[in-house]
């Protein structure tokens, strides 16, 4: 039992910042796909009320005052996760990109796995109105990855997951990743520690309302530490 009250099995964990209007669309609609399962939102003292409206819509959120970055927030709630007793976390962006109803597959592949990635590039996998230079920033950074760290897996950079307690307790340790690059660490420990990992083919659309975070200064910080990683001067 949490404060939160009888623990479930399964957590939903959003990072956002400035996501409100998203939010109001998303948290609905998780819990009309895995009624079962808690909503955990990190959200980075955003000025456009994310975290109140997360609140009234009856997630659990962490509001963090002096942090900021996507790798990190992840981090954060992942082992809030833990701590509160969750056996399995998802987590997925705010932007609708990742639609909810891929949960109940991701998760039941989960019994079978430590990771289970939404995936846009196996067989079956989509994406829907990216504009090119994303697409092309996307599967450079799949390829980068896939031959400079030798991966077997197709989609490195996806955000959708879910996550066994065995596999968090491997990412503790990315925490030299508090961007974007979080997803590759996250990655790399988990299947060169030998862990199962499924890929599960998804359909990714481009967000409508709100703003992208990345930017050109997060792609270089991402190639930076995927360089260091595959020459080992990076944990
Ligand atoms: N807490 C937190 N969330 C973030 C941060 N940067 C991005 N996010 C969230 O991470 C998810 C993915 O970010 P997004 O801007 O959509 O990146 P893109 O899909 O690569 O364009 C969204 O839910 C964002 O709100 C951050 O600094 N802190
Ligand atoms: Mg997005």
Known sequence: MTKYGKCAMKGVLVPTYNEAEN????????KENVSDAKIIIVDDNSPDKTAEIAESLG????VRKNERGLGSALRFGLLKGIELGFEYIATMDADL????????KMFEAAKNADLVIGSRYIEGGRIENWPLKRRIISKGANILARSLLHLKVKDSTSGYRVYSRNAIELIKNCENADGYEFQICAVYRIEKAGLKIIEVPITFRDRSKGKSKLGSEKILDWFIYVLKLSLGLSS
């Open 97 to 104: 990109s990742h639609d909810p109803v891929y949960l109940p």
């Open 23 to 30: 939010l109001k669309e998303l948290i609905p609609r998780i």
């Open 59 to 62: 997630a659990i959120v962490f």
